[in-house]
């Protein structure tokens, strides 16, 4: 398991997340293993990603953090879940989504799903912060806080870079 990865564990916990609903993800696989290992932390594995936002939601009813791992496609996915607990329950929590589609991305379907999800964000009115390296990881409690502030999900888009320690050689 990579820094990057059990930093981000570390920064979850610090931000009083307890539950992490989370769908596989190349991307995020050290994330997802460092939060399994992590105890504080209770791991729930969902088939789709609109699950995730209801455990998610859930959780806060229940007085608890939570956060969705998933990818960014995912989210598009569950635009009318997002939606729904972000204007009209104003329901926090914080998304870390793996941002594919980009220039650090080798498969062209993922390619629009890059270009068309910041705009979704925007006009669902959810806060989003862009992740490009491991440093820009100290950005979650803060998210987190947001979320809690604001009474909606807080998205994480993350770069791959910003998901491990080092650029793999010859992408």
């Known amino acids: 398991m990579d820094a990057a990865a059990q930093r981000t564990a570390a920064l979850l916990r610090e931000a009083d997340i307890t539950i992490a609903a989370t769908l596989p993800d190349q991307w995020l696989g050290g994330v997802i293993g460092a939060l399994d290992a992590e ?3 209770r791991l729930v594995r969902v088939t789709r990603e ?3 936002v209801g455990i998610c939601a859930g959780a806060y009813l229940g007085g608890q953090g939570a956060v969705l791992v998933c990818q960014s496609a995912g989210l598009l996915l569950s635009a009318n879940a997002l ?3 972000a204007l009209h329950h104003q329901t926090p929590f914080l998304v870390l989504a793996a941002l594919r ?10 390619t629009y799903k890059h270009r068309v999800i910041t705009p979704v964000l925007d006009a669902l009115g959810l806060p989003h912060h862009t992740l490009r ?3 820009d990881l100290s950005i ?3 998210a987190a806080r947001q979320g809690w502030l604001s009474r909606r999900p807080v998205v994480l888009l993350a770069h791959r870079d910003a998901l491990r320690d080092a650029p793999e050689a010859g992408r």
């Open 50 to 52: 609109d699950d995730g």
């Open 39 to 41: 105890p504080a932390i």
């Open 101 to 110: 589609g980009g220039h650090d991305d080798g498969y062209y379907y993922q």
């Open 133 to 135: 390296t491991p440093d």
């Open 83 to 85: 939606a729904g607990y």
């Open 140 to 142: 979650i409690p803060d």
